[in-house]
């Protein structure tokens, strides 16, 4: 009885929160650099390293769930994508380093964030290559903090940490404590064209090179999986492929 009330508990002293909004940071590769290698799982990957299979059945049965794919095309490789479980433990004093090392000045950070570990979830994921593109889906990563870790202030300090301005890093707190995002760094010397379009499931981000040469990629999420689209199309083709997926 005792040990039982221990763990209900210790899930009780958790908090859940799903990133279910992408926001694209214009960084440069020496500031992200300069976070502590624990604290760079925050930052993502959109298209991970996937093991082949083959068949959609076998690609559904080991991620857990029935991939939705657009019915307008055959893939002609399926794969699925690890699943991520990392504990991203803070210590102040590499923190603080990181801070000084970006002339970063006027930040604090609270004695009792010390050694509070938060944990980086998301389940394994499908990838399904067509050749001129590619779709990966996987369910929305979730942080799992201890209860009322103002997780909104941790991550403003990140950004400033990566090189992001004061009023820039606090516009972002505001809307990751409104809406949390699972963030995607591009390098600032990369011109990119980059806005919101719509889709059938709500809004989407479209990612192209400024030159609008080249593949471009399309991310956005339902209730349920995040979805990232790239591939050697026009603006309207990844617009209908994503509206097309049911």
Do not use: C
Not at 109 to 130: C, F, H, K, N, S
Not at 173 to 202: C, T, W
């Amino acid at each position: 009885m005792f040990l039982l009330l221990v763990l209900l508990l210790a899930l009780q002293s958790q908090q859940a929160i799903k990133l279910k909004r992408f926001e694209i940071l214009r960084v440069d590769p020496a500031g992200m650099n300069r976070l502590p290698p624990p604290l760079r799982a925050f930052f993502a990957d959109p298209v991970p390293d996937a093991e082949p299979v083959a068949s959609l059945n076998e690609a559904a049965m080991r991620a857990g769930f029935t991939p939705r794919l657009p019915k307008s095309a055959t893939p002609i490789q399926l794969g699925v994508t690890d699943p991520v479980h990392t504990d991203a433990r803070i210590e102040l004093e590499a923190l603080s380093q990181a801070l000084r090392d970006g002339t970063v000045t006027n930040v604090t950070m609270p004695q009792d964030w010390e050694a509070v570990t938060i944990a980086i979830e998301r389940g394994p994921g499908v990838l399904a290559d067509y050749g001129d593109f590619v779709i990966v889906q996987a369910p929305a990563p979730t942080l799992n903090t201890p209860s009322g870790f103002p997780l909104d202030q941790f991550v403003e300090v990140l950004f400033r940490v990566v090189g992001i301005n004061a009023p820039d890093a606090r516009t972002l707190r505001q809307k990751f404590a409104a809406n949390p995002a699972l963030f995607f760094p591009i390098p600032i010397r990369y011109e990119m064209d980059i806005h919101e379009v719509r889709l059938n499931s709500g809004p989407g981000l479209l990612l192209q090179n400024g030159s609008k040469i080249g593949d471009l990629a399309l991310v956005w999420s339902t209730a349920d999986h995040i979805y990232f689209l790239t591939g050697g199309l026009t603006e309207t083709q990844v617009i209908e492929l994503a509206n097309s997926i049911q």
